[in-house]
């Protein structure tokens, strides 16, 4: 398995960005997909998923209408486009792969993740 993202950057606040990450390795129609973020000095936290092929999302709470989860299996990657960006959602930002077919509100440290791709909102 290999996830590689991009599109980080550093942004003003109010911004936007957009994330990818491409997947090989494995069979990307398959499993459902998830974004976890890293932010400095702070464990890992749950940020959204998809499901492997019904388009069905999930999203943490607070960041639903800013965020936006998409996939597309044809070409082996996932997105993450982040609008109205804010300083607290500054984080490193890692895609992970499921092992599971429906996407659901969690993340598990054993799940294959990328290296992850740094956002920074300041102004």
């Known amino acids: 398995v290999q996830l590689v993202e991009s599109g980080g950057g550093l942004v003003q606040p109010g911004g936007s960005l957009r994330l990818s990450c491409a ?6 129609s398959d499993y459902a997909m998830t974004w976890v973020r890293q932010a400095p000095g702070k464990g890992l ?3 959204s998923g998809i499901s492997a092929r019904d388009g069905a999302t999930s999203y943490q709470e607070s960041l ?3 965020f936006t989860i998409s996939r597309d299996n044809a070409k ?3 997105y993450l486009q982040m609008n109205n ?9 890692f895609c ?12 598990r440290t ?4 990328g290296q992850g791709t740094q956002v920074t909102v300041s102004s």
């Open 64 to 66: 639903r209408g800013r």
């Open 110 to 113: 054993n799940w294959p993740r």
């Open 23 to 28: 997947a090989s390795g494995f069979v990307f």
């Open 45 to 47: 936290e749950w940020v």
């Open 85 to 93: 960006l804010k300083p607290e959602d500054t984080a490193v930002y």
């Open 96 to 107: 992970a792969k499921s092992e599971w077919v429906l996407v659901s509100q969690t993340y």
């Open 76 to 78: 082996n990657t996932l």
